[in-house]
């Protein structure tokens, strides 16, 4: 990560981050099996891997993942998760974009989530092409984050009340676009082929899950809120109790975009 201190962020979200992060659905662990042709035969790197929302379910496809993060505490909460998933062909690792070289070998497929957004992109994308086979590939995922981009009444309320305890927020943009979108930067530093798979799908969040996925924001975690996060739960349970809503529904878009190691490097 381009800062030690990165790492720390997430320190006291991992218990939240492993139990009410969304996953991405199968569709996209389909959809890189038949692209890179994973078979058990196969090694992925898992860069920024959290608390395995990938490194788990990818697992099922090879014969082995390393799964590497900088925070101790996100891993052993991968590590519960892919006991329970009785997934045992995972190594997980402590380390970042800055530990990728040809130390680790070679894989077939490089994967990360929302850490490439932490990440050293430029230096990180020209050291996976130097570990990744001919005919392998990196694949990036995403979802919306519907705290500061969400469009939902619900949305704005739950990010209002938070601003009552904690002052240094992100802006609330709603959807943005970027000037330099993963896709393109992953082709211009040597990847080829780039697609974007999007599947859009409605998530229903209960209250429980509303509360439990504030506190896995780095911007929200129970580092940040401190001896008030007790009072700032009550406060969000009372919130979305006076929306009067049966349901709380985001409307999700999981993106993978995914280019190729040329096979003449």
Known sequence: MPSENKADLFASTANYYSKYRP???DRPFEYLAGRFGLDDTGRVLDLGCGTGEISIPISAYVNEVLAMDPNESMLDEGRKKANNSSRS??????????DVSDRLGTFQLVTMGRSFHWMDQKQTLES????????????????????????????????SVTTDYLSNLPDRTGPVEYDDPWHKKIAKFGFRDVEELSIYLNREWTVDEIVGYLFSLSYCSPEKVGDQREELEKSVRNRLANLDQDSFVQEDIVTIISGCRPTDN
């Open 23 to 25: 996953g991405y659905t």
């Open 128 to 159: 996976l092409l130097k570990i990744i086979r001919p005919g392998g590939g990196v694949a990036i995922f995403g979802n919306r984050e519907w705290f500061t981009r969400g469009t939902k009444n619900w949305q704005r309320e739950v990010y």
């Open 89 to 98: 062909n995972i190594e997980w690792r402590i380390g970042s974009d800055r």
